[in-house]
């Protein structure tokens, strides 16, 4: 059974409006609640590529492998008394369409992670995920394709804590480099091989201290040509990478979770040219902020809450309102949800963004670049009062979401 989100069958030729879903479904295991600790720069755990392998030893993983991967006592992660990891996941050379699916042990579940929709394509996405009983987590492709994977943090048990407590804020933006709408810049398109600062402290909800990391959603758009963006706090830029770009002209997102430097900023660097636009939906307290258990994470089982193939394509213009933390749900009463959000079966180009409610804010979550497109990315944003969270897509889409952690 096809458990992904490529190609998974036909869907109904109706169109829906506005709609509200409340989950029915749960999670298999519901881990402890968990403070988070970011690395001081991302680092590489796996690269199945011959020319650079990390983490791996064998071949290019074929159509249905899995690959084990140990996090625990590795790149800064401690051996012991880690609940979750946060891994920017990225397959390429891609054998043919399917998706990846990441997940702690056990038996796979159906969810999926990234999709791949042609021979050869590189697509990366940020992963929360919790540590598997072995100190492992495992990585499933459906098509099969190279896998690499960088840490930007990890989780620890703590019933309550001063550090690595998740304060959402609304989405705001912090950056964008395009002429028309230039926020937190100057200049002209960032060229090939440029870094560009972006202010993160004192901006959009994110207090001037006291923060130890911020969550973003970066877009790359008009891109100049292919290449990668690497997001990092300050210092010698890392061998990592958060975005791919594969030609000219393309736009794609990916949700970043990152420390910032000294300065206040943090620092996206551009191998082959092209804008950026930059969105702030939280960060994380540091040791500085009073004990306490609101922000604390509860990583679980990846599940699936919506999948809106089973019924009706959201129109153009409309609004999923998910009530993934109402009274009667698995995540109930809690303040912010991890998910990964993918939009399928697009009708055109355009944007989808998440928020709480109720006025939905200039930023995007994801960005459809064609007509038919399946496109996924991470997405931790705050609840709204009724449990809920809203997803506006400019285009006609399928969504499907999956949760693998809740706030508190």
Same mark, same amino acid.
């Given at each position: ?18 709609? $509200?879903?409340?989950? &029915? ?44 991967l ?8 401690? +051996? =012991? ?8 996941? $990225?397959? &390429?050379?891609?054998?043919a ?28 996405? =940020? ?41 959402? !804020? ?18 002209s ?8 600062? !972006? ?5 959009? @909800? ?6 130890? +990391?911020?969550v ?6 008009? /891109?100049?040509?292919? @290449? ?22 393309? $736009? ?41 258990t ?7 089982? #990846?599940?699936?809450? !919506? ?5 009706g ?12 933390? +109402? #009274?009667? &749900? /698995? /995540? ?8 990964? !959000? ?10 989808? &963004?998440?928020w ?25 944003? /705050? ?5 809920g ?20």
């Open positions: 059974m096809d458990i992904g989100v490529h190609a998974n069958g036909a869907s109904s030729p109706a169109t829906i409006g506005d709609t $509200t879903i409340t989950p &029915t479904t749960a999670p298999a295991t519901i881990g402890v609640t968990s403070a988070f600790v970011p690395l001081d720069s991302p680092r590489r755990l796996l690269d199945t590529r011959a020319a650079s392998q990390t983490g791996y030893t064998g071949g290019k993983p074929a159509a249905g492998a899995t690959v084990a140990q996090v625990l006592g590795r790149e800064g992660v401690p +051996a =012991l008394d880690v609940s979750a990891v946060v891994l920017n996941v $990225t397959a &390429t050379e891609a054998t369409a399917g998706f990846v699916s990441v997940w702690p042990d056990g038996t796979r579940p159906t969810t999926s992670s990234l999709n791949l929709e042609a021979v050869d394509q590189t697509r990366p996405n =940020l992963v929360t995920v919790p540590v598997g009983s072995d100190g492992s987590v495992r990585i499933y492709s459906q098509s099969g394709t190279h896998l690499v994977a960088d840490v930007f943090g990890y989780f620890v048990p703590a019933a309550s804590s001063k550090s690595g407590r998740l304060q959402t !804020v609304t989405p705001g933006r912090l950056l964008d480099t395009r002429a028309e709408s230039l926020t937190g810049y100057s200049g398109k960032p060229a090939p091989g440029a870094t560009i600062p !972006v202010g993160v402290l004192g901006q959009k @909800g994110v207090p001037a201290s006291g923060v130890s +990391a911020v973003l959603n970066v877009t790359a758009t008009e /891109a100049t040509s292919a @290449g990668y963006v690497t997001a990092w706090p300050e210092g010698s830029r890392p061998a990592t990478s958060n975005l791919n770009l594969e030609s000219a002209g393309q $736009t794609i997102a990916n949700q970043v979770v990152i420390p910032v430097g000294s300065d206040g900023s943090i620092r996206l660097f551009t191998q082959s040219g092209g804008h950026f636009i930059a969105d702030v939906t939280g960060w994380y307290t540091d040791d500085s902020a009073s004990t306490d609101t922000g604390l994470f509860i990583p679980v089982s #990846p599940y699936r809450v !919506v999948d809106s193939r089973s019924g394509k959201f129109a153009a213009g409309a609004t999923l309102t998910l009530l993934a933390a +109402a #009274p009667g &749900t /698995a /995540a109930a009463a809690k303040s912010g949800l991890a998910m990964n !959000v993918t939009a399928t079966e697009a009708t055109a180009a355009g944007f989808v &963004t998440v709480p409610g109720p006025t939905r804010p200039t930023a995007s979550s994801l960005n459809v670049t064609a007509v038919g497109q399946t496109i996924s990315n991470h997405v931790i944003m /705050a609840t709204a009062a009724d449990g969270v809203r997803l506006f897509t400019q285009t006609g889409t399928h969504f499907v979401v999956d949760i693998s952690g809740w706030y508190l």
